[in-house]
């Protein structure tokens, strides 16, 4: 029998520390014939990033030893400060981007004793993106040089694998120079050619890009090149080549990312003459989903090629993912129904599936599939969730501003064993991603269980500027950012009360890094928040096109319509001009360390708050970047979090909530 308690105060088995040390944060799942790879995200162990390898037999480990300055391998690559696809393998040969020292080292799996051998020099220089060519001898990888002063320099360059380069940077031929960016070297089947992905600035990958091909000279120089697709207000993503060498990318010329095909390039053992002239682009399959999404990241990897006559690939609609196949012959799709969702990394070899997944009652899982089976092959967490106590996703759909809707799901409270009081409505927590070109999806996520474990309502919106629903709902924020994703969360939360869902007296915003901006312009544009917490949120958006790296530069133009600091605009859509607006009592928290979000920016909307005698809190936490990595620093922030909206809604604190945070101006 459930016992009855007030909402916000249930026990919950899922701690802080269930979110840290008990799980890990799994990515980039690769396959090299039987073996299948992934890189662990410990926050038991200050963040790093672990290289592991299940192998045909089934035994799982971790895959690098120490460095020759005997470091553990941190495998991550921070190449546009969010870094990505920092491994490739092949035929049991490993390059690796080690982030302490930003350098390339190769690994044979087969001859372990050789141990790591470095491929490229100390100094500013990171390297991701890789592509092993071991005909050649070489790994194509995207370079981001910071050796000089400004911008630092992006170009397609190729790495011996011998290790010459390895204290002389002269043997590492660039192939692609002279752009802004250029990410997503991939070599066809035959060896012949490469394919790759360009844009400039003031665009993002998602909005202008060109997909590239050339054919590979045996040393390993660019010979005949072309432009495949893209430019001119479409975007390309993911190129992947078939076994029959016929090149699969996906644009979203269409409105939406769609696959395409292109055919007539030339084949092994025949003349490549003019070939650039014999191409032949098709969609696949036209569809209103999407079989890609945005790269913030280092190489998505959304589909892959399951055999010579199909590919494997995921796509979502409405924010909610699929699998199936796509035949290469005519686009016929057929979904998969295997009870997980694909959270966009899907890999295949030999006839097995295998792909990074979840749903509605499992953590995030390496599943594979192979002859209509299913098999976790690895879990993020020991932590099992029961079944009674899982708050299950709706997806909800509200009207919002200037006659739109919005869109987002909903997670009521949920406990095994409490129930909340029959004459209370839960206290409502509204979560604003981050992006803001990104998404919110349904799954088990233990970030928000650990909300409605414990009795509080949560609602994860898919502002307008969202990806899944089209790029003309993604494009409907570019001049509006700190308006319609705010408006957005606003009339969600409205829409609950009104619906007499939640308590409207009880209603929480939070967010990080664009989601913390959403939080705060939420507070100066509506009243309807009680209570609001940012993580690594833009205050001052001056500050921040001053500030910020290379990759965005020019992204909070596109999303304000300005990129001149002058521009009232710019004082205007700043929280930190606007806080005689903010009523609400605002938790801060933000690492010391953030490249993309300087402390700064969290400091003076503290000082501000706080010589106006509103109530305001700030946790800093020392040595952190963009997005907190360290299992003290995830549970701290939960703690806080906690903490700040029970002390500000008068809910009773447990004993084993930990410390309380200190909220300055809280009569």
């Not at 870094?83 to 190769?106: K, Q, T």
């Not at 010459?164 to 031929?173: K, L």
């Not at 990241?297 to 199909?310: A, K």
């Not at 295997?338 to 599936?353: D, F, I, T, Y």
Request: proline share 6%.
């Amino acid at each position: 029998m459930s016992t009855t308690a007030p909402y916000g105060t249930w026990p919950s088995p899922i701690a802080p520390g269930t979110i840290t040390t008990r799980t890990v944060r799994l990515s980039q799942v690769r396959v090299d014939g039987g073996d299948t790879y992934w890189v662990e995200q410990r926050a038991s162990q200050a963040g790093r990033n672990v290289l592991l390898r299940r192998d045909a037999d089934g035994q799982v480990g971790e895959v690098l030893p120490l460095t020759p300055a005997d470091e553990l391998v941190d495998a991550r690559t921070r190449v546009h400060e969010y870094g990505g696809r920092a491994y490739a393998v092949d035929s049991g040969i490993v390059v690796v981007s080690h982030a302490r020292d930003g350098r390339l080292y190769r690994y044979d799996v087969a001859h372990r004793i050789r141990g790591l051998v470095p491929l490229t020099i100390y100094g500013e220089v990171r390297h991701g993106d890789l592509e092993i060519d071991t005909a050649r001898g070489l790994v194509y990888a995207v370079r981001e040089d910071h050796r000089g002063e400004g911008e630092p320099v992006n170009t397609l360059v190729a790495v011996p694998l011998d290790g010459s380069a390895a204290r002389d940077d002269t043997p590492v031929r660039t192939l692609v120079s002279g752009t802004d960016f250029v990410v997503s070297p991939t070599l066809s089947p035959d060896g012949r050619l490469l394919a790759w992905i360009t844009w400039d600035h003031p665009g993002m990958p998602w909005d202008n890009a060109s997909l590239h091909v050339g054919e590979l000279m045996p040393d390993g120089s660019l010979g005949e090149q072309t432009v495949l697709d893209g430019g001119r207000g479409s975007s390309v993503a993911e190129p992947r080549w078939t076994e029959e060498c016929d090149l699969v990318h996906s644009s979203n010329s269409s409105g939406c990312w769609n696959l395409y095909r292109t055919e007539g390039f030339p084949r092994r053992g025949t003349s490549g003459d003019r070939w650039t002239t014999a191409l032949r682009t098709r969609a696949l399959h036209p569809a209103d989903a999407s079989f890609s999404y945005p790269a913030w990241q280092l190489g998505p990897h959304s589909y892959d090629v399951l055999d010579n006559e199909r590919l494997i690939t995921s796509w979502s609609r409405d924010a909610v993912s699929h699998l199936g196949t796509i035949k290469l012959a005519n686009g016929e799709l057929e979904e998969w129904n295997v009870g997980w969702q694909p959270l966009g990394n899907v890999a295949s070899s030999e006839g097995r599936v295998v792909m990074l997944a979840s749903n509605e009652l499992a953590l995030p899982s390496i599943v594979e599939v192979r002859n209509s089976r299913v098999q976790v092959l690895r879990d993020s967490g020991e932590f099992r969730p029961d079944s009674a106590g899982v708050s299950l996703p709706t997806p909800v759909s509200w009207p919002t501003s200037d006659g739109a809707t919005a869109h987002g799901f909903y997670y009521p409270p949920a406990s095994a064993t409490h129930v909340g009081p029959a004459d209370e409505l839960p206290p409502l927590i509204v979560n604003a991603h981050g992006g803001p070109t990104a998404s919110a999806w349904p799954g088990y996520d233990l970030r928000i269980q650990y909300w409605t474990s414990r009795g509080f309502a949560y609602l994860d919106v898919n502002y307008r500027g969202s990806t899944g629903y089209g790029t003309d709902y993604r494009r409907s924020l570019e001049g509006n950012w700190g308006v319609y994703d705010a408006d957005d969360c606003v009339t969600g939360a409205q829409f609950l009360i009104d619906s007499g869902t939640v308590d409207g007296s009880r209603v929480a915003i939070r967010g990080s890094s664009a989601g913390g901006f959403t939080a705060l312009s939420a507070l100066v544009r509506s009243r309807v928040f009680t209570a609001a917490a940012s993580s690594s949120g833009v205050a001052d958006l001056t500050r921040l096109v001053r500030t910020t790296h290379k990759f965005e530069s020019c992204y909070i133009g596109q999303l304000l319509g300005t990129q001149d600091t002058d521009d009232p605009v710019m004082t205007e859509r700043s929280p930190i001009n606007h806080v005689e607006e903010i009523t609400a009592p605002l938790l801060l928290l933000q690492g010391s360390e953030d490249p993309v979000v300087p402390a700064e920016q969290a400091t003076l909307m503290y000082e501000a708050l706080l010589a106006k005698g509103a109530p305001v809190a700030l946790e800093i936490f020392h040595g952190e970047g963009h997005g907190l990595r360290t299992a003290a620093s995830i549970r701290r922030q939960y703690e806080a979090e906690l903490s700040f909206f029970r002390q500000v809604w008068g809910i009773e604190a447990a004993a084993e909530d930990g410390a309380a945070v200190h909220v300055a101006n809280l009569s």
